[in-house]
């Protein structure tokens, strides 16, 4: 099977900058048309500078790299900071990217390259707030028959929200855009804290990543020993967990990942549940299914492919 043709939407993020890094290390099964920015753990600024920062870490400065939403579509942007620290990549001292900024907005290198390849050739990867996604579906509603699929990364059911009780930060940031996104009737795979929250870096795994000894695996050993503190400190958590790796996995290797076609719907008008993914997992209503639900994850195996992913670069 050829690589499939991605777009990563991306708010790096060092989990973010891990799941770059492994699409990047993985030609035969990813091809990478572009990354395209969005203000979420931090703001758009450091977002773009984060995504050269890895592309030129990855060696592929040749990857372009667009500029998209600063904020969310109707509401105050929030930032996590307090997960990713002030740069959005803290942990490795990593250079100041050279490579330029693609020109033209994210939003119309999304709706062009999915004009441009066959329909259902295009896969979006979207790992941050939904905002540029939608913007294009906006802009350009007739997209959505020529999407592949959206495998996003988002949400929680049984593991409820990490930035309020009910919300996870990526939906949270831009509700209004995920309700876009959810009713726009292209295949949907989800990556949810259901799943995230059981890819953690444990300590042995994070050796394995230092064991490595390239600049990449030192890297990443760095990142996730930083951002693990936020999920230590809050749940007890046994290390850092690669949230946005596991859409990039699904990518490469989709048996790693069980779950359910079921309906998905988000909170859009209650403050106490803003950004809420309502999954219907077990089937009670009777709301059309428009979301592949992913609910557990092969965690050993995801590492493997990690790990020796990462070693190619
Ligand atoms: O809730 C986790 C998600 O929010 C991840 O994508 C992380 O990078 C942040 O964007
Ligand atoms: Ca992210």
Not at 196 to 212: C, G, P
Not at 278 to 302: H, Y
Request: proline letters at 8%; hydrophobic letters at 45%.
């Amino acid at each position: 099977m050829p690589p499939r043709k991605i777009i990563i939407d991306t708010d790096p993020g060092q989990d973010d900058a891990v799941a770059i890094l492994l699409a990047l290390a993985s030609p035969e099964d990813i091809e990478v048309l572009g990354i395209t920015c969005v203000a979420g753990n931090v703001p758009l600024p450091l977002t773009t500078r984060n995504a050269r920062i890895v592309c030129e870490l990855a060696g592929r400065p040749d990857v372009p790299v667009f500029a998209g939403a600063d904020r969310p579509l109707g509401r105050d942007l929030v930032t996590a900071e307090h997960v990713h620290g002030k740069t959005g990549l803290d942990g490795p001292t990593l250079p100041e990217p050279t490579m330029p900024m693609a020109d033209g907005h994210a939003v119309d290198f999304i709706i062009e390259q999915l004009a441009e390849h066959a329909p259902g050739t295009v896969t979006l990867c979207p790992l941050g707030p939904l905002t540029n996604i939608a913007m294009a579906l906006q802009k350009q509603p007739a997209i959505a028959n020529r999407i592949a699929k959206i495998v996003l990364m988002g949400g929680g059911y049984f593991e409820g929200g990490n930035i309020t009780p009910t919300a996870e930060f990526n939906i949270y940031v831009d509700p209004q855009a995920a309700d876009i996104v959810f009713k726009c009737g292209a295949p949907i795979v989800v990556m949810p804290l259901d799943v995230t929250h059981k890819a953690l870096v444990t300590r042995s795994r994070n050796d394995a990543f230092r064991a490595l000894d390239t600049p990449v695996g030192v890297a990443v050993a760095e990142m996730t020993d930083f951002f693990e503190r936020f999920d230590k400190e809050k749940y007890g958590s046994a290390g850092a967990p690669l949230h946005d790796p596991c859409v990039t996995a699904y990518m490469i290797q989709p048996h790693l990942f069980k779950g359910r076609h079921i309906n998905v719907e988000i909170e859009t008008t209650s403050e106490l549940t803003m950004g809420m993914t309502v999954a219907d997992w077990w089937g009670v209503t009777d709301r059309a299914p428009n979301a592949t639900f992913m609910g557990d994850i092969d965690a050993d195996g995801f590492f493997t492919l990690l790990t020796e992913r990462l070693a190619r670069l």
